[in-house]
């Protein structure tokens, strides 16, 4: 995008290289090359992340755990906000959990898991014997 002050006339290419007629010294008035439409916008924003020194927090239960991921890039398209973390709320752990190690949070995780799919199940055959046609719930199916 253009650095234009309000003192710049735009560049000439209109018809016969005409410029409109300057405004009054009072009023200021921007020049049409810093009016954008909503998907220049969208272009700005889709900008790639790199975080590095990741921690994933997983909660199973009572339990927590932290697990260091490293480098994550995270592209533009699937970011919607960008915020900062204040570190002192971050380091508080609510009353009810404890920590614990990745691997018991991680194998507490995947029971969770496969007991709700379990469940899921389930109630996909109740709806089908009553005539409902219940679509994948979200799973890869190839």
Not at 24 to 44: E, I, K, R
Not at 131 to 138: A, I, S
Request: glycine fraction near 8%; aromatic fraction near 6%; charge should be negative.
């Amino acid at each position: 995008m253009e650095n234009l002050s309000l003192q710049e006339l735009p560049p000439p290419g209109g018809p016969d290289n005409v410029y409109p007629p300057p405004a009054p010294q009072g009023v200021p008035q921007l020049p049409p090359q810093m009016f954008t439409t909503a998907a220049q916008l969208l272009d700005l924003t889709d900008t790639n992340l790199v975080l590095q020194d990741t921690i994933e927090r997983i909660f199973v239960n009572d339990l927590y755990a932290d697990i260091p991921r490293g480098i994550f890039l995270v592209r533009g398209e699937n970011v919607l906000m960008l915020g900062e973390i204040d570190l002192d709320k971050d380091d508080y752990i609510p009353e009810p959990f404890r920590k614990a190690s990745a691997e018991e949070v991680h194998s507490l995780s995947v029971a969770r898991k496969a007991e709700r799919k379990k469940g899921e199940k389930a109630k996909e055959k109740r709806l089908g014997d009553l005539g409902f046609e219940v679509e994948h719930t979200g799973e890869v199916l190839y």
